[in-house]
C-alpha cells in the first residue's frame, strides 16, 4: 500500500473519530409504531402518525430525483459520503422552520430540536417523526455506528449518537448537504405536505369482519378495531362483554378523500353487515354488537343520514327498517393487539358479505384482498 494513500486513509478516519464520536453504543432501531400500513390498490402504503407517505420509494424513482442533486449533495445522499467539518451551509442556521431530504422533501428534522453539539455539523436531539428516520448498524471507519437515512428514499443523512441532549439524549449528526430547510410561513412543495386524511368510525356487530371488510377498500390506509360510545374510559374486552358499559365494538377507519368518499364508505358499510338486526349480528347478540356510525362533524352526520334513508328504500333489505344509529363520535379506545388484523391472522371467516358491500357501493377490492 502507497504512503501517501494510507496517510489519507487515517486523515480521513481522524476525521470521522473526531466529529462523528466514537462510542455511538448499542444501535436503537426506531419503532414501527409510529406508522401504520395497509394494503393499497398497487401498494402497500405506510403512512406516519404526523401523516405523511413514508412508503419506501423504487429504486428507479429515487435514481429519478438524485438527478437533480449536485454532485456534492449526490455525494452524501446516494455514496453515504461526509461533508467537511464546519463546512455545511447549514450548521448555524438559527432560524425556525423544518428540515427536508434534499431528495425526496420528506421532512426529518425541526428546528425547535436543533442545538449546538461543537462537533461542526448540524444536529438535533429528535426526528421530525421516527417513522421519517430509519437506522441501522454502520461498521466503517473500524467502528461500530448507526446511520441514519431517509425512511422514504432511503437518501443518507449521518449518523445517530448517544450523547445528545434531554429529552432524547440522543444527538442526530446531519450533512448540512443530505438537508433542505423551509422557514415558517415559507411554501413547502406538495411532497413535504402531509396528506390530507379523514377518519370514520363503524360498528357492525362483531369487529374482526368489520375490520377486515375496510381493509379491502381502495383509498383506506389504516383499519383499528376498538370500542366506543361507551360510559367509562379505557374498557377491556371483558368488560364489553358483560353488555353494560355501553360500549359498541367498532372500527376506525383512516381513509384518503381522493381515493375513496365517506360516502361510498359509508355505502359499504351498510352493504357490509346486516343494519336491521337490533343490538346483534347472526350468533352474537348484545349492545355491544349494535350497528353504528359515529361521525367526525357535521359534513359526515348529514352524509351518513342521507344515505342511511335512501338505502332503506331498497329492496336488499325487505322492507325492514334500518337501525343502524347514527351519532356523533365519542372517544375511540383501541382493542388489545390480538383483536387486531384478527381474521388476516387467524384465517377465520365473519359474519359480513364482502361482495355485497363492493357492489353496493361501486367499489372494487384492492387486488391484495381476498373476497369471501
Known amino acids: 500500500m502507497r504512503p501517501s494513500f494510507m496517510i489519507t486513509l487515517f486523515i480521513a478516519a481522524a476525521l470521522a473519530v473526531i466529529g462523528l464520536g466514537l462510542a455511538p453504543g448499542p444501535e436503537q432501531p426506531p419503532s414501527d409504531r409510529n406508522a401504520t400500513t395497509m394494503n393499497d390498490r398497487d401498494s402497500q402504503k405506510k403512512i406516519s402518525s404526523a401523516g405523511f407517505d413514508v412508503t419506501p420509494l423504487p429504486r428507479a424513482e429515487v435514481e429519478a430525483l438524485a438527478k437533480k442533486l449536485t454532485p456534492e449533495q449526490y455525494r452524501i445522499t446516494q455514496n453515504a459520503g461526509t461533508e467537511r467539518a464546519f463546512c455545511g451551509t447549514l450548521l448555524d442556521n438559527k432560524k425556525d422552520g423544518m428540515y427536508v431530504c434534499v431528495v425526496c422533501g420528506l ?23 421516527t417513522a421519517h428516520v430509519a437506522e441501522k448498524s454502520d461498521d466503517t471507519l473500524g467502528m461500530s455506528r448507526v446511520e441514519i437515512n431517509c425512511a422514504r428514499c432511503d437518501g443518507h443523512l449521518g449518523h445517530v449518537f448517544p450523547d445528545g441532549p434531554p429529552p432524547s439524549g440522543r444527538r442526530f449528526c446531519l450533512n448540512s448537504e443530505s438537508l433542505e430547510f423551509f422557514e415558517n410561513g415559507q411554501e413547502v412543495p406538495i411532497e413535504s405536505r402531509p396528506l390530507s386524511l379523514e377518519t370514520g368510525y363503524f360498528a357492525g356487530g362483531c369487529f374482526w369482519g368489520v375490520e377486515h371488510g375496510f381493509q379491502q377498500v381502495p ?60 343490538n346483534r349480528q347472526g350468533p352474537d347478540y348484545g349492545t355491544q354488537y349494535r350497528s353504528g356510525v359515529y361521525t367526525v362533524g357535521a359534513e359526515q352526520q348529514a352524509t351518513a343520514t342521507r344515505v ?60 391484495l384482498g381476498k373476497v369471501k
Do not use: M
Not at 258 to 264: A, D, G, L, Q, R
Open 308 to 367: 342511511k334513508a335512501e338505502l332503506q328504500t331498497i329492496a336488499r333489505f325487505g322492507g325492514k327498517p334500518i337501525v343502524t344509529e347514527v351519532e356523533v363520535a365519542k372517544r375511540f379506545w383501541p382493542a388489545e393487539d390480538y383483536h387486531q388484523d384478527y381474521i388476516a391472522n387467524t384465517g377465520r371467516s365473519c359474519h359480513v358479505d364482502l361482495p355485497a358491500a363492493f357492489k353496493g357501493a361501486d367499489l372494487q377490492p384492492t387486488k
Open 107 to 129: 421532512p426529518l428534522f425541526k428546528s425547535e430540536h436543533k442545538f449546538i453539539s461543537g462537533t461542526g455539523w448540524p444536529s438535533f436531539f429528535n426526528p421530525f417523526d
Open 219 to 278: 383509498g383506506v390506509i389504516s383499519v383499528e378495531s376498538g370500542y366506543q360510545q361507551g360510559k367509562i374510559d379505557n374498557p377491556t374486552y371483558k368488560q364489553i362483554c358483560n353488555g353494560d358499559t355501553g360500549h359498541a365494538e367498532s372500527v376506525k377507519v383512516i381513509f384518503d378523500p381522493t381515493k375513496v368518499s365517506y360516502e361510498k364508505l359509508v355505502r359499504f358499510f351498510l352493504h357490509l353487515h346486516d343494519p336491521t338486526q337490533l
